[in-house]
């Protein structure tokens, strides 16, 4: 059974350094992997996906994401926070595989909060 | 110009009444879904319906149906509401591309409240 599972439930940065925000994935087949953002009161936004192409992923607002099949993990990052990006983020993977189509399922999100 | 698009926004009713949420996307997608999102934020697709058909159907109370009248539209109607159905309802729609789905792309939500 495919299953995803993000690793911090809150990831706390300043503004200009590093994110950091973690996930493994479970799938018994090749999984097609996304991340999205949702700010507050706002709806879900695709942030980037992975789907067998390429393994490291460039997505918008300077985020990226390598897959790591080894590792099972799908790790999103940004070189440098800004306080915009403050919101929660959800990883996400799809069985997307014979009659499972478009089962999309949602990791519990990381809230990330970005310090002045 | 939109691209997924749901009314109301907003919705409070009280226990017990029947209630309808609109989807509506313009991207020429074939395959719609419905989520609720829990006050954990915790996100769980309740119904998917492709070019007409439901494919998808969690295990969600049979209060819960979606109706969808063409591929551009699915609407969820929810009967006999109790206070454990308020949440953020998410519709959705992708396009079905060989070897599985493509992005979903998601509406703005509708904040359900039941009192």
């Known amino acids: 059974a495919q299953s995803v599972t993000q690793l911090d439930s809150h990831v706390s940065v300043s503004e200009g350094t590093p994110v950091l925000l973690r996930c493994n994935y479970s799938?018994?087949?090749?999984?097609?992997l996304f991340w999205y953002v949702q700010h507050p009161n706002k709806g879900l936004q695709l942030l980037l996906k992975?789907?067998?192409?390429?393994?490291l992923v460039k997505g918008i607002n300077g985020f990226e994401a390598e897959f790591k099949k080894s590792e099972t993990s799908f790790h999103l990052t940004k070189p440098s926070a800004h306080m915009s990006d403050a919101a929660e983020y959800f990883c996400?993977?799809?069985?997307?595989?014979?009659?499972?189509?478009?089962?999309?399922?949602f990791g519990k999100g990381t809230k990330l909060s970005v310090k002045p | 110009d939109t691209a997924v698009s749901q009314t109301p926004k907003y919705l409070v009713t009280q226990m017990g009444n029947d209630k309808s949420i609109k989807c509506e996307q313009n991207?020429?997608?074939?395959?719609m879904y419905w989520y609720k999102q829990d006050s954990k934020k915790f996100l769980k697709i309740m119904f998917s319906?492709?070019?007409?058909?439901?494919?998808i159907n969690e295990t969600v109370p049979n209060r819960f149906s979606p109706k969808s009248p063409d591929k551009a539209h699915l609407n969820l109607h929810i009967n006999s509401l109790e206070l454990g159905d308020s949440a953020v309802y998410f519709c959705?729609?992708?396009?079905?591309?060989?070897?599985?789905?493509?992005?979903?792309?998601f509406g703005p939500g509708t904040r359900l409240t039941v009192t």
């Open positions: 319906y492709n070019n007409k058909e439901l494919i």
């Open positions: 996400v993977v799809t069985l997307g595989y014979g009659g499972s189509q478009g089962n999309l399922i």
């Open positions: 959705a729609s992708s396009h079905n591309i060989a070897g599985g789905m493509g992005e979903q792309y």
């Open positions: 799938s018994s087949y090749s999984p097609s």
């Open positions: 991207l020429g997608h074939d395959t």
């Open positions: 992975y789907t067998s192409a390429a393994t």
